[in-house]
């Protein structure tokens, strides 16, 4: 799903106006996406309840439009009015006087209790600092422990640059129009936005594919497209041998992780080469479908390679300098499609540009701190321009680039981005990383594409970490809570 700018939402607005949907249609269609919404968080709380503040645009316009969905589905809506009605024009004037069954107030008031806050005051048009009466608006509902449903964009959003200009709406759902813009994902909105719902309200197909961006959401329907239904005939040997080279002493939970996360994903066969010293315990904890081999490095032959269809390495290997002398061999040796992570990917240090060697076949998974290491920059640098050196390092190595954290960002070697849209601040704790890996090799070893298998990758890890949290809760849920989510989050795509 592309990403827009706010010039061209303003564009494709405009067409789809001329070509002969009006504007007081889309603005219903809005309407009706952000109330269905709201209606969601009031069931949760057997209420009807709900609250709408609305200034005098097209944000307005749609809470207007959302007010009356709600009333007529048997809500209790109140929208709070932060402009004279002789203010009120266009669209949002239609809109506004078609309301029944709504009570109105107007700003300043002390808003009355409710079940759930809908945010329309400021859209994609801000410029500038957000002035009064909209910041105290803002400040006020950010001190309710109450869900905050946002209308396109959290009021006090740049629409661009994610930045907040002044104060902002933290949003728990924002219901954006037509199609993402891009500041909603932009990492300095990460804890603004909340889930992003994308309502289709009618922009024309034709019009939409002729927009030129290089950034996109990664949304389900994306990935439904990639995942090919299983033949009834099928057998092991259809769904690849996966080879997982990880562990060391101190380290014997990464290599169990990312095996059995990789078993969950589908691949026909697992084999786990983990170091002698520690072969024991890590057989000892490794799920029965996953075959643990006692192995050295100097084993990792060309012909002993030549079994596996894919190859996942780097969790818990360490840093002693024969482990990254050997990894390295093993990266640049071609020798199966792979991808690489945590410990290995300090290997990788010593020379990016070499990488090409590879031929694309390659995914590596860093957060910050790694991606760090392999470009010369601090963790802190690395978050403040992921997009830009998640991009760069793509295009230079030549190999499909998973910058993992809020947003997890995928880079393939022309330069184009896909934003994650899955996942939560429960995945935040170790081992999430090593499950990653595995599902990625898994889906290589399957015979996805290095680019296919970290887009597939890191959505559904995402999404089993968001049923993960439904069922367990952000606080308390573990990877091996994520792990046996993956059917779930198989199931949901099918």
């Excluded at 005051?121 to 105290?136: F, K, S």
Aim: proline fraction near 5%.
């Amino acid at each position: 799903m592309k990403a827009v700018t706010t010039e061209q939402i303003r564009q494709l607005d405009q067409r789809t106006i001329a070509a002969g949907t009006s504007g007081e249609e889309l603005m219903e269609r809005a309407g009706y996406a952000v109330a269905k919404a709201a209606v969601e968080f009031l069931k949760r709380h057997d209420s009807r309840s709900a609250l709408l503040f609305a200034g005098k645009g097209n944000n307005g316009g749609d809470a207007f439009a959302a007010a009356r969905h709600l009333a007529a589905a048997g809500c209790e809506p109140t929208v709070v009015l932060f402009c004279r009605r002789d203010e009120l024009h266009g669209d949002a004037l239609t809109h506004f006087q078609r309301m029944v069954g709504v009570r109105i107030a107007e700003w300043p008031c002390e808003p009355e209790a409710a079940s759930v806050i809908v945010d329309g005051l400021l859209g994609t048009g801000l410029q500038g600092d957000v002035r009064e009466p909209y910041a105290a608006a803002i400040k006020l509902l950010n001190t309710r422990k109450i869900p905050i449903v946002a209308i396109d964009i959290p009021s006090g959003l740049d629409s661009d640059t994610g930045e907040v200009r002044g104060v902002c709406v933290r949003a728990d759902v924002t219901v954006t129009m037509g199609l993402p813009k891009i500041g909603l994902l932009k990492p300095a909105a990460t804890d603004f936005v909340g889930r992003i719902e994308v309502a289709d309200i009618g922009f024309s197909r034709e019009f939409v594919d002729e927009i030129q961006t290089d950034i996109e959401l990664l949304t389900a329907s994306d990935v439904s497209a990639l995942l090919p239904p299983r033949r009834p005939s099928a057998h092991k040997g259809d769904f690849g041998h996966l080879l997982v080279v990880a562990g060391s002493e101190g380290y014997t939970g990464a290599p169990v992780i990312c095996a059995h996360a990789a078993a969950r994903t589908g691949v026909g066969l697992v084999t786990l080469a983990t170091p002698r010293e520690i072969y024991q315990i890590v057989a000892s904890s490794c799920p029965p479908e996953v075959m643990p081999r006692p192995i050295a490095f100097d084993e990792l032959t060309p012909n002993y390679l030549s079994r596996f269809d894919a190859i996942a390495i780097g969790p818990g290997l360490g840093q002693k300098p024969e482990v990254q002398k050997a990894v390295w061999k093993l990266v640049t040796s071609g020798a199966a499609p792979m991808v690489v992570d945590a410990d290995a990917l300090n290997a990788l240090a010593q020379g990016v540009a070499a990488l090409k060697k590879v031929n694309g076949r390659m995914v590596v998974t860093p957060h910050p701190g790694e991606m760090g290491r392999l470009v010369g920059k601090s963790a802190k640098e690395i978050q403040s321009q992921r997009w830009e050196i998640a991009r760069g390092f793509a295009q230079e190595s030549g190999v499909v680039t998973v910058l993992k954290g809020a947003g997890t960002v995928v880079a393939d070697p022309t330069g184009k981005l896909w934003i994650n849209s899955t996942g939560n601040a429960g995945m935040a704790k170790g081992g999430m990383g090593d499950a990653l890996t595995g599902i990625i090799g898994a889906l290589l070893a399957q015979g996805f594409s290095p680019f296919d298998s970290a887009r597939v990758g890191v959505f559904v890890h995402g999404l089993a970490g968001d049923f993960a949290a439904e069922e367990r809760g952000e606080r308390a849920m573990l990877v091996s809570d994520l792990i046996l989510s993956l059917g779930t989050a198989f199931d949901a795509l099918d």
